[in-house]
């Protein structure tokens, strides 16, 4: 059943942020797991834009990978099917670009995916909140918003800690106008996805038909489910620092427009299609679940 709501007096406005993570840790003390993660994910969401810089174009790759690992703990909240790996895949990521990147913005989402740990939920999600209000004072209300939309939330009507999020319970990002810097940013993002520099779908730049990458996405998940053992995240987060470290030290030039597979700290196959280099990885690695590569695009 979904949790009932109940009118509750307002939080005070008058709250010290980034100061009261002991204040925000008893806000958010006793909710159901997946409400405290999904709040931790709209913090870092609010200040994804954050991590643009004009001067670097790398950051966009950031940005937009950050998004996209967001989403997917997004959609754990609410119960939709998201494979195991999927969600290492994803924290791995986001906490590979804060490793990189060394920013609130990209620390309050590296927070936000650790809070679905069940022993760091409350710690993570508070640090998620500060880090996202230490980017932007501008996301304060909406974070007191959100807080006030879990007070609500009544333990007596019999909610399970697993609880699911009804994907409307918070309403919109912004409890006012979304700041200028945030538009801007996403702008940015899109422009940049739509340029030159944003890979190709596999239809396009490899000709693949709907039917080969379908063929494709099947065999490579009846391959994770077969292959043992499973990767673990230390492994995939070891091999994803390593790539991020030599695009930031400008080391993948000679893979420019390609994807790339990385394995033990080693560029073990590219492509013009990630997809397809993943199952061309199968194949030649039949003992290593495909899980385990770090496939990423080389802009």
Request: net charge negative; proline share 7%.
């Amino acid at each position: 059943m979904e949790p009932k709501l109940r009118r509750t007096p307002g939080l005070p406005q008058t709250v010290d942020f980034p100061n009261t993570g002991e204040w925000v840790g008893n806000k958010l003390g006793g909710i159901p797991r997946r409400f405290v993660v999904a709040f931790a994910v709209r913090c870092a969401l609010r200040v994804t834009p954050r991590v643009f810089t004009p001067k670097d174009q790398e950051s966009l790759e950031h940005m937009a990978v950050l998004e996209a690992a967001l989403g997917v703990f997004a959609f754990w909240t609410e119960g939709k099917p998201i494979s195991r790996f999927r969600i290492e895949r994803a924290r791995g990521d986001c906490f590979a670009v804060s490793r990189g990147v060394g920013s609130p913005p990209a620390d309050a989402a590296a927070h936000a995916v650790a809070a679905a740990a069940p022993a760091a939920t409350v710690a993570a999600a508070t640090a998620a909140a500060i880090s996202a209000t230490r980017s932007s004072p501008d996301v304060r209300d909406s974070v007191l918003h959100d807080l006030e939309r879990l007070d609500t939330l009544d333990s007596r009507e019999g909610w399970q800690n697993d609880q699911l999020v009804p994907a409307d319970f918070f309403g919109p990002l912004w409890a006012s106008e979304e700041p200028e810097w945030s538009r801007a940013g996403w702008a940015k993002l899109e422009a940049y996805r739509e340029g030159k520099a944003k890979p190709k779908p596999p239809s396009e730049e490899s000709g693949a038909t709907m039917e080969q990458l379908e063929a494709w996405f099947a065999e490579l998940e009846k391959l994770r489910a077969e292959r043992r053992p499973y990767p673990t995240r230390a492994e995939r987060l070891a091999d994803m620092n390593w790539l991020h470290d030599r695009k930031v030290a400008r080391e993948m030039g000679g893979y420019a427009g390609r994807y790339v597979a990385v394995l033990r700290g080693e560029v073990v196959g590219t492509d013009t299609d990630g997809t397809r280099l993943e199952v061309a990885m199968a194949h030649k690695y039949p003992e290593i679940n495909p899980d385990r590569f770090v496939i990423e695009y080389v802009g």
